[in-house]
């Protein structure tokens, strides 16, 4: 059996690496580059009801081993995604899991109900944080009721397992994870992007056109390090991190800390190529330390056997 | 196809105040067969700077296998690339991008070629491949000052070249469109690259029948994927039609996407 194949609700991964939603598109782009049937799955840039134009521009600012981003969920909208995107992308032998956004509960419901029918759709990641959004968005992901209540309608509807993508904007991260467990997860994602902004010093201005946007890349990955450890031992969700991912080492850490996958998301801008490396690398790396399967190193950080809770047999 | 490549630096030259001329060698150059496409560029291997830096492709030489860059060393990335020497590696993904179509351009035609700062780079391979078919350029550059100002002779040899500079202290004092306005000049298609303020004025000038314009905008991925760089159409300048410069663009038809 393979060190790398992972099994998650909903999810039979060939290997536990994929690009994260917001920096791979519907994947068309990075076609033209590899072969996505190498990647343990998709997880597609976040739908909406409508389409959506999202933000003016910049909508980029470059930080200190990372960047802000506020492109404000730009999308062709959920019709678009259900009649394009979806069955282009499911030519290739990749697992899918589609973001679903909205700005109020019904939104959220109507983009489940719709997109988890999609034959196309094996997981739904509920985008509860996106910090670029002026409704809903921020708010299903800070208050625990709020998000516990969002989870719960969600999961009424959705006829495929539902992982709540977390935002580290928070006080208590384990609170937020046990709410959404209580709204009956199978599953979370995280770390979504930190608010953060960063002003021009020739205009005085913020460089963003909207003002603040969610910082991502290696600067964040201690937080998503601390949260992932925090979290894995107090929920029995699989969890799927993420936030800041640009090395072998850097997955080890994320598994260590409690994650049963990773998810890839800035690495994708200065090295397009780097899911594909970073999955023959990282079975490099277990094979070169004796390593028989990667689920055995989640949660070692904290628990002497670690968490095994996803062994693949 | 887009490729990603260790080119090696053969030359780097400081060709006015702040301004390099860098030429790299490598595979990917037999990848370029339009002028006004784009490379994306990773300055270092380390996480800073994290993201690529998108600069014009200003001259291929594919028998050589090299092609040129200029570009204006400003901020963290640009100052870091000024600093490879010849024989240093760069990390290159590339080509990227829509160019200027030079079949627009018909034999015995006249086009006007109009750069502003850093947008006058792609215009050189530009020109180059519009005078061996035979198409009669006209260049207009547009610089702050004659300390920045680079290529001038270049282009003179190519075709009548004429230059604007803000202060005065090259050419004609003020904008491109005030020289263009001085020397009457006129042309059967237009292509730019420069300032939105700059191609706004061109726009609204309407030289000529045709046109093409060039747009900068910040960057993500430079593929396509991450919708960082978009624009409103013409078509629909409040609504979800977009472009991506990076990817549809940068070069656009003249009126197609909202400055
Ligand atoms: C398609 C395209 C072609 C270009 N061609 C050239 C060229 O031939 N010569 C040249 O000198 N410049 C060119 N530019 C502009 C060049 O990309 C910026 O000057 C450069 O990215 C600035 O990086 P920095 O490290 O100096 O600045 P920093 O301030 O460190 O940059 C921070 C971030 O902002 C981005 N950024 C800053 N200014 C710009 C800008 N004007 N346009 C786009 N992104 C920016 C950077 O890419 C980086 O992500 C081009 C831009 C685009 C989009
Ligand atoms: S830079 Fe990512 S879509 Fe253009």
Redesign the interface.
Known sequence: MSRLETKLPGLTLKNPIMPASGCFGFGREFSQLYDLDVLGAIMIKATTEEPRYGNPTPRVAETPAGMLNAIGLQNPGLEKVMERELPWLSQYNVPIIANVAGSQVEDYVEVARTISGSPHVQALELNISCPNVKTGGIAFGTVPETAKHLTKKVKEVSEVPVYVKLSPNVSNIVEMAKAVEDGGADGLTMINTLLGMRIDLKTGKPILANRTGGLSGPAIKPVAIRMIYEVSQQTNLPIIGMGGISTVEDIIEFYLAGADAVAIGTANFSNPYICPELIKELDEYLSANQIDHISELTGRSWSKDGKRTYYCS | ??K?EWMTVVSQQNIAKNIYELTLQGELVQEMNEPGRFVHL?VSGQ??????RPISIANIDQTNSRFTMIYRAEG?GTKLLAEKKAGDQVDV?GPLGHGFPVNEAQTGETAILVGGGIGVPPLYELSQRLNEKGVKTIHVLGFQSADVAFYEAKFAELGETYVATVDGSLGTKGFVTDAIREFNLQGDILYSCGPVVMLRALEELQLTKKGFISLE????????????????TQNDPT??E?RKVC?DGPVFPMGEVAL
């Open positions: 196809m887009i990603k990773k996480t800073m700077p994290l993201l690529r963290e993904l905008e910040r960057m993500g991925c430079g593929i396509g994927a991450c919708f960082a760089c978009v624009c409103h609504g979800t977009y990817s």
